[in-house]
């Protein structure tokens, strides 16, 4: 994948706690364990977003309208 440089502000006392681990070898370096929190980040902001659309779903709607389409594939199946 290809990577490219970024600058970002950080909080010393951030940045103290993120070369600690560093340093003990949790991570390799600083862009690692920044480009790990990201990740993580994004994950979960996308998992949220799955869960407040599907929040926003009518269940007997959902329902009613998977229950109509098993029924369509039922009758399609050959007889044996």
Do not use: C
């Amino acid at each position: 994948m290809a990577k490219t440089k970024i600058a970002i502000s950080v909080d010393v006392s951030i940045l103290n706690e993120l070369d600690f681990y560093v340093k003990n070898h949790k991570f390799i370096n600083r862009s690692q364990a920044i480009q790990r929190a990201i990740e993580e980040i994004l994950e979960k902001m996308k998992k949220n977003r799955l869960a407040e659309e599907s929040a926003k779903l009518d269940p007997d709607f959902e329902k009613a309208l998977a229950e109509e389409g098993l029924s369509q594939d039922v009758e399609a199946w050959p007889e044996y």
